[in-house]
């Protein structure tokens, strides 16, 4: 099966630009998941949508991010506008239920 | 929240033994886990422990989980150049989506 699909790899923007990310996740998974891994430091947890529906958006930073999950396939990360703070690896993740789960290979946001 | 905490870095000689270290805060029922990141890559999952375990092998993977101290440790036997990444420890409170994640032991393999 296809895993996990982060895009793009990498994306270099300006300081109050805008950046949306993409997941696409494994066929079948309703669980999507949104981590970050700032400057070499934990991963740490952005957002969680079951489906559609956002179960859990307890880590999202502030209002500049928003995350859409539009028909329960893939899922969109927007920042707007961005600051140099948001830098860092952005990861994507799915699972069929609460089982491990499977991470794209994630998203090297650089805000200069 | 759960605090999950790694040293940064370990540095082995091929063919010796790496153990990886991770201690966690949260007592209740929940699952640790050990990812493998290798450079470019996404997070691949090597292994997982529930807490009432003490002990899981695979191949030449042993996890321990001492549950009184809070510690669990990743021991990679015979360990080859292809295991130099960032392994992460993450844990998840039984009956939470969460994964509370470590800093990330940055593992290099010398000749």
């Known amino acids: 099966e296809a895993g996990v699909t982060q895009f793009p790899s990498h994306s270099v923007i300006e300081k109050g630009q805008t950046v949306t990310l993409r997941c696409d996740p494994i066929s079948g998974h309703d669980n999507l998941y949104w981590y970050r891994r700032v400057m070499g430091k934990e991963i740490k947890f952005l957002l969680h949508f079951v489906k559609e529906s956002k179960q859990d958006e307890s880590g999202m930073p502030n209002n500049r991010f928003l995350a859409e999950r539009t028909g329960g396939t893939y899922s969109t990360l927007k920042v707007q506008p961005a600051e140099l703070e948001d830098s860092g690896v952005y990861f994507c993740?799915?699972?069929?239920?609460?089982?491990?789960?499977?991470f794209g290979n994630g998203t090297r946001l650089t805000v200069t | 929240g759960e605090d999950v905490e790694q040293s940064l870095f370990l540095s082995v000689r091929e063919g010796d033994s790496s153990v990886i270290n991770c201690t966690y805060t949260d007592s209740s029922s929940t699952y640790l886990y050990w990812y493998k990141q290798e450079p470019g890559a996404g997070l691949q999952l090597l292994t997982y422990i529930f807490s009432n375990m003490d002990m899981k092998q695979d191949q030449r993977l042993t996890v321990l989980l001492n549950k009184k101290d809070k510690h669990l440790s990743l021991r990679i036997a015979d360990t080859q150049t292809g295991d130099s990444a960032i392994y992460f420890c993450?844990?998840?409170?039984?009956?939470?989506?969460?994964?509370?994640f470590g800093a990330g032991t940055t593992v290099t393999v010398r000749a």
């Open positions: 993450a844990e998840r409170i039984y009956g939470d989506y969460k994964l509370s």
């Open positions: 993740a799915s699972s069929p239920d609460n089982s491990p789960l499977h």
